[in-house]
C-alpha cells in the first residue's frame, strides 16, 4: 500500500518558522524523487522543493530558495521542509509527493492529503 501522511502545518506570523514533515511507505518512500508542491486558494498548484533518496540532486522554486530547506531521513521514511521567515504569500495546502523521476513541471504519482499551513501579516 501507498501512502504519504503530512503533519506539521498550522498558523503562524510572517517572520516564524515551521517544519513539515511527511512519512511514507510502501513504493512511495522507495520512489527516487520526494517532495513538496502547494497549493493556495484560487490558484494554480505549483512545484516547492524536491530531493532525490540521497540527497545529492535537490531542487527549489526560486520564491522558497534561501527560507526553506528540504531533507530526508531515510532510516526513518521521512521527508522533511523547514520553512523559515515565512511570508504571508506561503500560505497554501502543502502536499507531500513522490516519483522515481523529476522534471520540470513535474507531475508525480503519489500524493499526501495535504496540510494546511497559514502565515499571518
Known amino acids: 500500500q501507498v501512502q504519504l501522511v503530512e503533519s506539521g502545518g498550522g498558523l503562524v506570523q510572517a517572520g516564524d518558522s515551521l517544519r513539515l514533515s511527511c512519512a511514507a511507505s510502501g513504493r512511495a518512500y522507495s520512489s527516487n524523487y520526494m517532495g513538496w508542491l502547494r497549493q493556495a486558494p484560487g490558484k494554480e498548484r505549483e512545484f516547492v522543493a524536491a530531493?532525490?533518496?540521497?540527497?545529492?540532486?535537490?531542487y527549489y522554486a526560486d520564491s522558497v530558495k534561501g527560507r526553506f530547506t528540504i531533507s530526508r531521513d531515510n532510516a526513518k521514511n521521512t521527508l522533511y521542509l523547514q520553512m523559515n521567515s515565512l511570508k504571508p504569500e506561503d500560505t497554501a495546502v502543502y502536499y507531500c509527493?513522490?516519483?522515481?523521476?523529476?522534471?520540470?513541471?513535474?507531475?508525480?504519482?503519489?500524493w499526501g492529503q495535504g496540510t494546511q499551513v497559514t502565515v499571518s501579516s
Open positions: 509527493a513522490a516519483d522515481s523521476y523529476y522534471g520540470l513541471g513535474w507531475t508525480p504519482k503519489y
Open positions: 530531493s532525490s533518496r540521497s540527497g545529492g540532486y535537490i
